[in-house]
């Protein structure tokens, strides 16, 4: 009966690949080949297996097929069980002992392979990995996805020249949010490959200001031989821009994106977006002192108006004491339109009477 074992393959950006598990640790490198042949090519290379436990070690060695994910991650899956179909699979070229390899406590061995490129072979991208666990991977049915645990994993990207066509573009680049109170911006970036190769995307994401200045730069892919973008597929990455908390930094921020691909780096995309940072707390309390302010202005406005206005009565009816006549000298020129106009109409009523 044909099992398929749900479990979980861990892999890292380390040059080695490592897992512990019950007390038991194993170490391959390189967990990344990278290699371009022409058909018909036969290329040899080697892993190393070390084994890092005080007791002997045996390992079993498996070669499957990958598809990249939207996270970094793989797939295996396996080939199909037809031999004309098989041989556009990178697995199906891979000789590499089958035996299961004893390491003694505290040693390495060396695990060669052979590449054997058909003549026929087409032009592109093929993707393999040769992995190495303390326990065999079950039978899988053909053609589906295979998940692997105890196992650490040297992944192949191998390349056949011939009419290679690398084309990608920034499918999406856009901030997790519009709006923020703090400089902590999320932004997520979209990668797709077009072509029929493999694409490692470098570049960087550079952060502006409301005046167009400079306050922050995200690295994409430099100094790593990872990240790269499988044919036909996409790759998302996520980053956070973390700034400086200032009221003087409040407003509409640009964030870039340029991303350069191809084996001389010779294309490149570039692509925008916008987000605000209005800090609403110290915002909205300077708001409201402004506010409060001339509301207070508003009140010492009416409160001098209307006892202007009462004082003017109190000096037409001659209502007025002498010594406020004296301190207070109220005349037309002080009061505005308003109170000009009534006191008008006071004196046209005073010489009715």
């Known amino acids: 009966m044909k099992k398929i074992l749900v479990l979980i393959l861990a892999f890292s950006l380390f040059p080695f690949s490592v897992f512990s598990q019950e007390g038991v640790s194993l170490t391959l490198t390189p967990t990344l080949i990278k290699v371009n042949v022409v058909p018909g090519q036969v290329w040899s290379s ?3 297996v070390v084994n890092t436990n005080p007791t002997p070690l045996t390992v079993y060695l498996s070669v499957f097929d990958f598809k990249g994910d939207e996270k970094g991650g793989v797939n295996f899956v396996s080939p199909p069980e037809n031999e004309e179909a098989k041989k556009f699979y990178l697995s199906s070229w891979i000789e590499i002992s089958k035996e299961p390899i004893e390491i003694p406590p505290n040693q390495s061995k060396e695990i060669t392979f052979t590449i054997k490129v058909p003549k026929d072979a087409s032009a592109g991208g093929y993707y393999s990995a040769i992995l190495v666990g303390t326990q065999p991977v079950g039978e899988q049915k053909p053609g589906t996805v295979i998940k692997i645990s105890q196992q650490v994993s040297s992944l192949i990207l191998l390349t056949v020249e011939g009419e290679i066509l690398e084309k990608g573009w920034i499918r999406e680049f856009s901030s997790e949010k519009s709006f923020y109170q703090k400089p902590e911006v999320k932004l997520n970036l979209v990668f797709e490959n077009l072509g029929n190769v493999h694409l490692q995307p470098v ?4 952060i502006y200001n409301l005046w167009g200045k400079e306050k922050g730069k995200i690295e994409v892919n430099q100094g790593t031989e990872f990240g790269n973008v499988l044919p036909k597929s996409k790759r998302v990455w996520n980053f956070e821009w973390k ?3 200032s009221l003087l930094e409040i407003g509409r921020y640009k964030a870039e994106a340029i991303l350069h691909f191809g084996r001389q780096n010779q294309f490149f995309d570039k692509k925008v977006t916008y987000f605000w940072i209005v800090p609403l707390v110290p915002v909205l309390s300077i708001l409201g002192a402004i506010f409060l302010f001339f509301l207070f202005l508003i009140f010492l406005i009416r ?8 004082l003017a009565q109190m000096e ?3 209502e007025v004491p002498e010594k406020t006549r004296q301190k207070v000298k109220i005349t037309p020129s002080v009061l505005k339109k308003p109170i000009q106009k009534f006191i008008v109409d006071l004196k046209s009523k005073k010489k009715e009477k």
């Open 46 to 48: 080697f892993l190393k």
């Open 203 to 206: 570049g960087e994401i550079k």
């Open 243 to 245: 700034g400086e908390e």
């Open 303 to 310: 409160l001098y108006v209307k006892r202007a206005v009462k």
């Open 316 to 318: 037409i009816l001659g």
